[in-house]
């Protein structure tokens, strides 16, 4: 399973990017199909994170996100 990845962006924004949880700063990001969508400063249009390895410490923590169902973020994100 690749949940986090595979993730549909509008979905990311709802539920994980869709403000930095620092800043709490979101921007207009225009994805390709031309939705604009309120997002974190560092997400791209291809759902990415521009900072991801200095993300901040809660977006290493989603383990409450129900795209995930139950699996466990850290087997996602390092095995
Ligand atoms: S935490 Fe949830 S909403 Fe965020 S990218 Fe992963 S599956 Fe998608
Ligand atoms: S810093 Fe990266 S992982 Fe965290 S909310 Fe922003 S885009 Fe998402």
Do not use: H, W
Request: net charge negative.
């Amino acid at each position: 399973m690749r949940a986090c990845i595979d993730c549909d962006i509008t979905f990311k924004v709802q539920y994980c990017c869709g403000s930095d949880p620092d800043t709490k700063k979101s921007v207009d990001l225009v994805l390709a199909d031309g939705l604009v969508v309120s997002a974190c400063p560092s997400l791209n249009r291809d759902g990415g994170c521009n900072q991801y390895g200095s993300r901040p410490d809660p977006c290493k923590e989603y383990i409450d996100c129900p795209n995930l169902e139950g699996v466990d973020l850290f087997d996602i994100l390092y095995a």
